[in-house]
């Protein structure tokens, strides 16, 4: 597996671990999901329904891929057999997250995503805000919005050991 990848799940698991225990729970996937819901004022509403589902889906997928023991926690060398795993059917298990915190943040459903929202959406997640502003100001034309199709390519070039020469998307949750 290439370096950039490891860093890449590294990332993502000190993200998840929401409550720094040095390992991944459904507690975490909870956590996690409350607080975007909090801070982009969804906790009531269809779409932040559909999140939270999403956000348990992605968990059971990793846990049923992962757990072996079945104890519901999952060490680091865990997540990164079972991200790879994982990640080789995006569309259906990792995908779906994403595309529900695309509308959830995504708040006047226009299917494009302004600076403001997208790094509420990833403060939310433990991505510095000046990271995440680097990060929208990367993935966007100047002065442009995020769209569905821009996030998804970039979240799959995230978890997939790919990633072409000169896109940004190693950096979706802030410098590794
Ligand atoms: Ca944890
Ligand atoms: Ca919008």
Redesign the pocket.
């Known amino acids: 597996m290439g370096a950039l990848l490891d860093q890449k799940y590294e990332k993502l698991f000190s993200l998840?671990?929401?409550?720094?225990?040095?390992?991944?729970?459904e507690?975490?996937f909870e956590l996690m999901a409350a607080r975007v819901l909090t801070a982009s004022s969804e906790e009531r509403t269809a779409k932040g329904e559909k999140y939270a589902d999403a956000m348990m889906n992605y968990w059971r997928a990793l846990r049923e891929t992962a757990d072996a023991d079945g104890d519901g926690r999952i060490d680091k060398d865990e997540f990164r057999q079972a991200l790879r795993q994982v990640s080789v059917n995006f569309d259906t298990l990792v995908g779906p997250l994403y595309q529900a915190g695309f509308h959830l943040a995504d708040r006047d459903d226009d299917g494009l995503v302004g600076r403001e929202d997208f790094v509420t959406v990833l403060a939310a997640i433990g991505v510095p805000a000046a990271e995440a502003g680097a990060t929208f100001d990367g993935l966007t034309e100047p002065d442009g919005q995020l769209t569905k199709d821009q996030l998804m390519t970039s979240a799959a070039q995230y978890y997939r050991n790919e990633e072409p020469a000169g896109t940004p998307s190693h950096l979706l949750f802030g410098a590794l």
């Open positions: 998840l671990d929401v409550n720094g225990d040095g390992v991944i729970a507690e975490d």
